[in-house]
């Protein structure tokens, strides 16, 4: 297979044991890597490049993260830095959470990682299988609540054993590797602010109004806007959201983080002091105060 640079780059993640062998075995249609009840049977992060109806992909399998205290682990030490690599070095993250366990503070943990890489990302809620209605309803209820700040993700109910419920994965991974890399025009970006301020004006800050002139696009996987402008150091962190979510909708960004920032316009005499007068000007400017005092006494 030969691989044009440009494609995309998927980790598959999740904590220990949750199915994320099996998925790519699934995906793949053939048992590439080792899938097996025990956590930890994935030491080290591997890579496999994969085509499907004409459209190149890498998959990344890793070893499952678990969280002691404030950092993450994996069961082999050595593994967790493979695996917090390969999501940095992925285009989009696969979250996989297992339905046979309860979805814990430790699968948004993995999903706070993956955010603040800025990597788009899609859940996939894996061991669908064999669970009746209600099980079906409590766990739609749970992740509802533990996972809202997901909430610009798409999510997935699958049986990576079986294969079942998994036709969309790729469309949505495809989805999301879209949004991550879009191209945004700055005058496109500039009507979806203007409108958006006509909408909802940002709030004063002290004495002085915000004044949003433009945007353009400052960087892709995640998108950053910059919105430029002058006051804008008080703008409030909801104002902030309220234009992400605007640009979100706008521009249909679904499945990547995305990042609005402030920038004020250059202003020439900020922070320099004035040049000494040349000896000329110093003339003209002390006949000015001169003719001036006798003008106005
Ligand atoms: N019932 C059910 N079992 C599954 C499913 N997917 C995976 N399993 C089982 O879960 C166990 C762990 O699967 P793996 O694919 O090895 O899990 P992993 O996430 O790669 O695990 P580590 O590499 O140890 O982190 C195996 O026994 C699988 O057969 C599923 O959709 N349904
Ligand atoms: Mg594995």
Same mark, same amino acid.
């Given at each position: ?11 598959? &993640?999740?904590?220990?044991? =949750? ?5 790519? @075995? ?31 992909? !890498? ?26 690599? $390969?999501?940095?070095?992925? @285009?989009?993250?696969? *979250? ?20 603040? !890489?800025?990597?788009? *990302? =899609?859940?996939? =809620?894996?061991?669908?299988?064999? *669970? ?27 049986? $990576? ?14 989805? $999301?590797?879209?949004?991550?890399? $879009?191209?945004?025009?700055? %005058? ?12 909802? /004006?940002?709030p004063r800050g002290g004495m002085s ?20 402008? !002058?006051?804008?150091?008080? &703008? /409030? ?22 990042? &609005? ?6 202003? %020439?005499?900020?922070?320099?002091? %004035?040049? %000494? ?21």
């Open positions: 297979m030969v691989f044009e640079s440009k494609h995309p780059k998927i980790a598959i &993640v999740g904590r220990p044991n =949750v199915g994320k062998s099996t998925l790519i @075995n699934t995906l793949l249609g053939e048992e590439r890597v080792i899938a097996f009840d025990q956590p930890g049977t994935t030491r080290d992060s591997i890579y496999i490049d994969f085509a499907h109806k004409d459209k190149h992909y !890498t998959l990344i399998d890793t070893a499952g993260l678990r969280r002691r205290g404030h950092v993450f682990e994996t069961i082999e030490k050595f593994s967790v830095i493979k695996t917090l690599q $390969a999501i940095e070095d992925a @285009n989009v993250a696969v *979250l996989i959470l297992d339905a046979k366990n309860e979805i814990s503070d430790r699968d948004a943990h993995i999903a706070g990682f993956i955010l603040e !890489t800025g990597r788009a *990302l =899609v859940i996939a =809620v894996n061991k669908w299988d064999g *669970l009746d209605e209600y099980q079906r309803d409590t766990i739609k209820r749970e992740l509802a609540r533990k996972l809202a700040f997901l909430s610009f993700a798409q999510l997935h109910y699958i049986s $990576a054993l079986h294969g079942s419920g998994m036709k969309n994965l790729l469309p949505s991974i495809d989805q $999301a590797y879209a949004a991550a890399m $879009a191209d945004l025009s700055t %005058p496109k970006l500039t009507r979806a602010l203007i409108a958006a301020i006509e909408k909802h /004006p940002p109004r915000p004044k949003m002139r433009y945007a353009h696009q400052g960087g892709s996987n995640p998108p950053l806007i910059i919105v430029h402008g !002058t006051m804008l150091n008080h &703008v /409030p962190e909801t104002y902030r959201r309220y234009l992400e979510n605007t640009f979100r909708e706008v521009f249909k960004l679904k499945g990547t983080p995305l990042r &609005v920032d402030f920038k004020v316009g250059h202003n %020439p005499y900020a922070g320099k002091k %004035p040049a %000494p007068l040349t000896e000329a000007e110093a003339r003209q400017a002390h006949g000015r105060r001169r003719r001036n005092r006798k003008k106005y006494g």
